[in-house]
């Protein structure tokens, strides 16, 4: 168990509509990254905040959306979905931004858009 | 662009053979190579890491060897156990703290 938690485990959802992964880091870690893992495009990094800012940006869709919260915890809002948008989604933390930090990953949360 | 890329995609190894699986990069600005483990319905989970000053690290069976000049770094396993059947992923960091991930492993081991 990595110490980190993402809610939902599984969804189901219709093409055009909207959800929201929900993210708690491990105790203490301060950076939060969102991660999309697909069969043709693998682990794409989406979005990373460290302390409430956002820090980095991937290959992230002006469809998602992302923020962290005061008490740390992130969401990924994904909106008008699309078939293509079907893949895994990974929540990661780390106790701080910067190169070396370990890097933990929970354990997914599946999305099947219909 | 696939600043990482790794090979093979898929490997067979009979129990107690060497695993090798190979990654190189672009982009000279990576400065920490962390592989992955990951097992089906799991996320992915640090395996080694390396820094680019050092050429080798060992953590018990899994060593990574890190050739600078060409870009390259590869994991070994030794003596490989059905265990150790899982997908493993390279990954490159720099500057920007994500990491950069290559395209992934599928590693059976068979008995």
């Known amino acids: 168990d990595s110490g980190v938690t993402q809610t939902p485990k599984h969804l189901i959802t219709a093409t055009g509509q909207r959800v929201t992964l929900r993210c708690s880091p491990r105790?203490?870690?301060?950076?939060v990254y969102w991660y999309q893992q697909s069969l043709d495009q693998g682990l794409q990094f989406l979005i990373q905040?460290?302390?409430?800012?956002?820090?980095a940006k991937g290959n992230i869709l002006e469809r998602f959306s992302a923020q962290q919260f005061p008490d740390l915890h992130s969401e990924l809002n994904l909106s008008s979905l699309e078939l293509g948008d079907s893949a895994l989604y990974f929540c990661?933390?780390?106790?701080?931004?910067?190169?070396?930090?370990?890097?933990?990953f929970g354990e997914g949360s599946w999305l099947t858009v219909v | 662009q696939q600043q990482v890329k790794q090979s093979p995609q898929s490997l067979i190894v009979q129990k107690g053979g060497i695993s090798i699986i190979n990654c190189a990069y672009e982009?000279?600005?990576?400065?920490?190579f962390p592989w992955y483990q990951q097992f089906p319905g799991k996320g992915p989970a640090l395996l080694i890491a390396?820094?680019?000053?050092?050429s080798e690290k060992k953590e018990g069976r899994f060593t990574i060897s890190f050739n600078k000049s060409a870009k390259q770094f590869s994991l070994h396993i030794m003596d490989s156990q059905p265990g150790d059947s899982a997908t493993y992923f390279c990954?490159?960091?720099?500057?920007?703290?994500?990491?950069?991930f290559g395209t992934g492993t599928q590693l059976k081991v068979e008995l």
């Open positions: 105790s203490g870690d301060l950076s």
């Open positions: 390396i820094r680019p000053d050092v």
């Open positions: 990661a933390s780390s106790p701080r931004a910067g190169v070396g930090n370990t890097i933990y």
């Open positions: 982009n000279t600005a990576f400065d920490y």
């Open positions: 990954a490159a960091q720099g500057g920007g703290n994500k990491l950069t």
């Open positions: 905040y460290y302390n409430g800012e956002e820090r």
